[in-house]
């Protein structure tokens, strides 16, 4: 029987992630996989994490299972984190919040539950979206259309032409929007355009659906929920996948949640025993130690503190690299506008490279790019932006 099988293609960025590590230039540099690099090149563990953890492990007595739920400590904080603690929605307790192996797992939980409850039902996902969030969608069975959202001549949102679209989606549909961070473009709404966006995804009778992944990376805590605190209306329904792997730099303890937000804290139950009967079937249940980690450091003030400063220095450092990089750009190509990428927000921009030239960068310059152009600001340090951008400018003046 496996002898039938044919091999699928390899991950289109993991993929490229094998090649550089098997590239033997020593001045190669990868720009692909979205993950937080600090000046050296490395993925750091914070400093509150090792905290929590030395706390943790002095204190642990048991190996048991969570709930089905994961724990209600965690969940309760997610809550108070992204709405805030006094937000209606966590006072009137009609949000269900879920600990789920990752942000990708609150997603796969979620197009579950949407398939199960509402099966004639679309999740709209913006063109360009991340790129497992469809195969994410289409495995749980949901069928996935595209709405417009990045306009390449200005590298940033095209408003108009996705409200157009946002209008004539049929009610009852789903609408995934990127809370802050857009991945891949780094291009975001303004507080404005966001309200302008619920106010159409409401009056048409749609679902919203967050995808919060980078809390904290873009302006800050406050101004990056600008998106969900417009959606975040009394009485209204809405789901938000959400992720600690970038701002806790928690990428292998895989840990996220899934919050749902109903009309009342009685609908709120009954979701919740819909969403909980998905998950027994999927995973039964969370792993523990992620978790715990987040939920020592934001209930306690200090590490708390520590880690609002240390989540400040990621996101600073990050749009000092958009900044250095426009700078270095602008000296060698003066009649090339590369202001957008400091304008962007996130680990992530749009380059405007196109795929013969992202190839070009790879096979003479050991430079990786995600062939749609996406690079991961957080790649670049003062190291190597200088031959980054050498060889970027020979790349676009065709040399």
Same mark, same amino acid.
């Given at each position: 029987m496996f002898d039938a099988i044919q091999a699928a293609p390899p991950d289109a960025i993991l993929g490229l992630s094998e090649a550089f590590r098997t590239d033997a230039n020593p001045a190669k540099v990868n720009l692909t996989v979205g993950v937080y690099k600090d000046e050296s090149g490395q993925t750091p563990i914070l400093e509150t994490v090792k905290a929590a953890e030395a706390k943790l492990l002095a204190g642990e007595g048991s190996k048991g299972y969570l709930p089905i739920e994961g724990s209600a400590k965690f969940c309760d904080l997610t809550q108070k984190l992204f709405f805030g603690a006094d937000h209606e929605v966590v006072a009137s307790q009609r949000a269900a919040t879920f600990q789920t192996p990752g942000g990708t797992g609150a997603l796969r939980v979620a197009a579950d539950f949407v398939h199960q409850n509402f099966p004639s039902a679309s999740i709209w996902c913006s063109t360009?979206?991340?790129? !497992?969030?469809?195969? %994410?969608?289409?495995?749980?069975?949901?069928? %996935?259309?595209n709405y417009p959202y990045f306009e390449a001549g200005c590298h940033g949102v095209n408003l108009d032409a996705m409200l157009a679209t946002i209008r004539e989606i049929p009610t009852g549909d789903i609408v *995934?929007?990127?809370? *802050? *961070?857009? !991945?891949p473009t780094g291009a975001d709404p303004s507080a404005e355009q966001w309200k302008q966006i619920a106010d159409a995804v409401y009056e048409r009778g749609l679902l919203p659906f967050l995808d919060f992944a980078y809390l904290g990376f873009g302006d800050g805590i406050e101004p990056d929920r600008s998106a969900l605190m417009e959606f975040a209306r009394p009485g209204v329904e809405l789901l938000m996948a959400?992720?600690?792997?970038?701002?806790?730099?928690?990428?292998?303890?895989r840990v996220g949640a899934l919050s749902v937000v109903t009309p009342t804290?009685?609908?709120a139950r009954t979701v919740a025993s819909q969403v909980k009967a998905t998950i027994r079937t999927n995973y039964s249940n969370p792993p523990s130690h992620g978790a715990a980690i987040v939920a020592e450091i934001l209930a306690d003030s200090e590490l708390r503190e520590q880690w609002n400063g240390e989540l400040a220095d990621m996101r600073e450092r990050i749009n000092g690299m958009r900044g250095l990089f426009t700078r270095t750009m602008a000296y060698r190509l003066p009649d090339r506008d590369f202001s957008f990428i400091e304008r962007q927000r996130g680990m992530f921009s749009y380059s405007g490279l196109t795929a013969q030239q992202v190839d070009t960068l790879k096979e003479k310059y050991?430079?990786?790019? %995600?062939?749609?152009?996406?690079? !991961?600001?957080?790649?670049?340090?003062s190291s190597n932006v200088v031959p980054l951008c050498d060889a970027i400018s020979s790349v676009l003046n065709g040399e």
């Open positions: 360009p979206t991340w790129p !497992n969030h469809p195969k %994410v969608f289409q495995a749980a069975g949901v069928r %996935v259309q *995934c929007l990127h809370a *802050c *961070c857009h !991945n959400s992720s600690y792997s970038k701002n806790f730099g928690l990428y292998s303890e804290a009685d609908s050991s430079i990786y790019i %995600v062939r749609d152009g996406r690079i !991961n600001v957080a790649g670049i340090n």
